[in-house]
């Protein structure tokens, strides 16, 4: 019997990689993010691309609203697995001149909706009988640098809900990883995090030889979930090799 598994965030960068990938390890996909556009491409990628892809379902999903999430755990038959993806960064400001409304957008994708998706679908992953929780946080949930304080707040509050989860569920059959990913180059995360800005979008990453990519992290993502059930992966720190730090990179 194939394992379905639910990607947040599943319209771009890790969280379409992680569908692919999934869907090459034999899981039926659940593809959900709020482009619906992107994901009916995405499913129709990996159905037409994939060999041996299971079933690929893409639905409308909004973290942010309980709604949104109600509808898709009444829609969903059962669940393997669950990747929290869905999230970002939003500028990078210091504290002093910190966007109050960003701090609360952030802190409501990243962490609220982590906890609204994980919490309607957490029945279906003890029915399973051998769940899987993966929280997608960033180095930056456990290494704070300058300007990113709204945002390492927001995956440090991410990483703690990791946790606490872990120690609420050790009697239950549900594992819980946490994948913490450094410089990751994506088409949208930096786009995303500057408004657009394409020339402040690109700085984090020049001259920097070989960033992390999507696959990267999918693969992170793959491996946790394909290991027995007896065995929990509960952290992978993931960066390039060119990387020491969130702030300390080498460039060329």
Not at 149 to 166: D, F, Q
Not at 205 to 233: F, S
Request: net charge negative.
């Amino acid at each position: 019997m194939r394992r379905t598994a639910v990607v947040t965030g599943a319209s771009s960068g890790i969280g379409a990689a992680t569908a692919r990938r999934l869907a090459a390890e034999g899981f039926n996909v659940v593809l959900a993010a709020r482009r619906r556009d992107r994901l009916d491409d995405l499913a129709k990628e990996i159905t037409e691309g994939v060999p041996g892809a299971g079933k690929v379902v893409p639905v409308t999903l909004d973290v942010t609203s309980q709604e949104s999430v109600d509808a898709l755990a009444a829609a969903l038959g059962g669940c393997h697995v669950l990747v929290n993806n869905a999230g970002g960064a939003l500028g990078l400001d210091s504290v002093a001149t910190a966007d109050l409304a960003e701090w609360r957008s952030m802190y409501d994708s990243n962490v609220l909706g982590l906890v609204r998706v994980t919490k309607a679908l957490l029945p279906k992953l003890i029915e399973s009988g051998a769940g899987h929780v993966v929280n997608i946080t960033s180095l930056a949930a456990h290494d704070p640098y300058e300007g990113g304080g709204g945002y390492n707040a927001a995956k440090h509050a991410a990483y703690a809900v990791n946790e606490v989860m872990r120690l609420e569920l050790v009697a239950e059959p549900v594992r819980i990883t946490e994948i913490a990913p450094g410089l990751v180059k994506t088409e949208e995360f930096s786009l995303v995090r500057f408004h657009g800005d394409e020339e402040k979008a690109a700085k984090p990453y020049e001259g920097v030889p070989e960033p992390l990519v999507a696959d990267d992290i999918a693969d992170c993502v793959a491996w946790a979930v394909t290991r027995p059930p007896h065995v929990n992966i509960d952290r992978i720190d993931v960066q390039p090799r060119v990387q020491a730090a969130p702030h300390k990179l080498h460039r060329e």
